[in-house]
């Protein structure tokens, strides 16, 4: 066999692939759905992160068959960390990887992990898990709080309003009319199935991608996208946090 017929045989062997990936000319994904993704929908929002990344730190959660990760790479970041809790994306991504002659360290882990870490990285991708996870808040608040130290590059589906009502900083408990409004932040739980996946939990509209992400500490910077932001690490808001603040009042 040729070398380009070994890596297509071993590919295949690894699959099915999430990630469309260019392995030395053999694409991991010819035939995706949705088009050679996610190529072409990083073609939207690559530009927002330096050409240029030498000496930065990146953790990709739920890297999937490592696409961003090598990306990343690609720029010169001197630390790639991908983390996923499937085995089978993550012999994915670690062939993906040794193909193409990136070093790049994965790992069997969950966000809800990260602070076993016990490291800050300059950037951290958290693309497309929110809406996977049964406790999103809780995920944002333990990036926050253990690993970003300065950038985030977020990405969630989003369904509803696009509209961003204005939401004053409290309410009486007598006012109901607040939670009617089609840009008030909104969460939609799905109890059985979206898109015939049980792994979608919780779907938000734009109001509540965006107050989610101040609340827990994330200031936007861009959204050259309509699900995609780039985000900075910054305070979070009063009382906020994977666990309650000393002295703050209990339920």
């Given amino acids: 066999m040729t070398p380009k017929e070994l890596i297509r045989s071993r590919a295949e062997a690894l699959g099915p ?8 000319g053999v694409p991991t994904a010819p035939d995706h759905p949705l088009g050679n993704h996610p190529g072409q929908f990083w073609d939207h929002f690559h530009h927002v992160l ?5 000496g930065w730190s990146v953790l990709d959660i739920g890297c999937n068959g490592g696409f961003y990760s090598l990306e990343v790479k690609r720029r010169g970041a001197a630390r790639v960390l991908g983390i996923d809790h499937d085995e089978d994306y993550l ?3 670690r062939f993906a990887a040794r193909t193409l002659g990136q070093e790049i360290e994965f ?3 969950t966000v809800y992990d990260v602070a076993q870490l016990g490291e800050r990285f300059d950037l951290v991708i958290f693309m497309g898990v929110l809406y996977h996870l049964r406790h999103p808040l809780l995920a944002l608040d333990l990036i ?3 690993v970003a130290d300065r950038l985030m590059l977020f990405q969630s589906m989003q369904r509803g309003s696009r509209e961003i009502a204005p939401m004053a900083g409290d309410y009486p408990f007598e006012a109901t009319e607040p939670f009617d409004l089609p840009g008030a932040p909104r969460l939609q739980f799905v109890e059985h199935r979206y898109a015939g996946d049980n792994t ?6 734009r109001a509540c991608v965006e107050a989610m992400l101040r609340n827990t500490g994330f200031g936007i910077l861009e959204n050259p996208h309509s699900e995609v932001y780039l985000c900075r690490r910054a305070t979070p808001a009063e009382g906020a946090g994977a666990v309650y603040p000393a002295g703050s009042a209990r339920p």
């Avoid at 979608?200 to 509209?205: H, Q, T």
């Fill in 107 to 109: 790992r069997n882990m």
């Fill in 91 to 93: 012999a994915q991504a």
């Fill in 200 to 205: 979608n939990w919780w779907i938000p509209n």
């Fill in 144 to 146: 926050h709080e253990h």
């Fill in 17 to 24: 692939w999430f990630h469309n990936i260019d392995l030395k």
């Fill in 50 to 54: 330096p050409q240029d990344m030498s």
